[in-house]
């Protein structure tokens, strides 16, 4: 079988693993079609799934900010591009976020603790990936100055695509979650300052597994209700 048919199969992990461990490969005819195929049946899934997850929340009145869950946007590839030019400096966006934008669109499912200040779920660390037009208008500010300062400390340049967990819950905060940007064309890459130190889509297939809420707030049964509800709806990625 090919990666998409092992994919469909179930062997999520498993082909990721090998896609990954393919490096500059990954990129070389035909094997990059098979995984834009990988690619595009992981971010539908991504879509469904958040689908789900946004109708039941609905369901049980959960507070939102104003754009909770979005399609992709009109002129996604006129923004992924302006995108492109603007990281060219530092090097490449991983395919995984461009194809997040492509099928999935953006999320938000951030408490929003302004129209109820009693969260449902503390420190439940609510799957957010910023829009695409928000990214685009944060790489055109200062962007580009204070990720030249940053390489020349020593770090890596990356993209703020989600506030940390106590940002989220309005309790101060740290860095935000940001992926690295890749010094060559990379299919996924790590998504940095976020606690279990993982890729961009192993982080979604981790929302997934907690139904959009990795801080699994473990002492909430309202929660755990919530979990066992929604996860056989869920498409594992």
Not at 27 to 38: A, G, L, N, Y
Not at 187 to 210: A, K, N, P, Q
Request: charged share 25%; glycine share 4%; with cysteine.
């Amino acid at each position: 079988m090919n990666l998409l048919d092992r994919y469909k199969n179930g062997e999520t992990k498993e082909v990721y693993a090998e896609i990954l461990n393919l490096e500059q490969n990954a990129f070389i005819p035909p094997k990059i079609t098979e995984i834009e195929d990988v690619l595009t049946e992981t971010f539908k899934r991504a879509a469904f799934n958040l689908q789900i997850i946004h109708d039941e929340l609905v369901k049980i009145g959960y507070a939102f900010w104003d754009r909770p869950l979005h399609k992709p946007l009109p002129n996604t590839d006129k923004l992924l591009k302006q995108l492109d030019a603007a990281v060219l400096p530092f090097g490449y966006v991983p395919l995984s976020l461009k194809y997040f934008y492509k099928i999935a669109g953006g999320v938000d499912f951030a408490w929003n603790y302004e129209a109820n200040k009693k969260f449902l779920w503390e420190m439940a660390d609510p799957i957010q990936i910023y829009s695409l037009d928000e990214l685009v208008d944060y790489v055109d500010t200062d962007w580009k100055d204070d990720m030249q300062d940053s390489v020349n400390s020593g770090e890596d340049a990356c993209l703020e695509l989600s506030a940390d967990d106590l940002h989220k819950d309005n309790a101060s905060g740290g860095t935000p979650y940001s992926l690295k940007i890749t010094a060559t064309p990379s299919i996924d890459s790590d998504f940095l300052f976020e606690y279990h130190e993982t890729t961009f889509i192993d982080y979604l297939r981790i929302c997934f597994e907690f139904c959009g809420f990795p801080g699994n707030p473990q002492n909430s049964k309202s929660f755990t209700d919530f979990v066992s509800s929604v996860k056989p709806k869920l498409m594992q990625i």
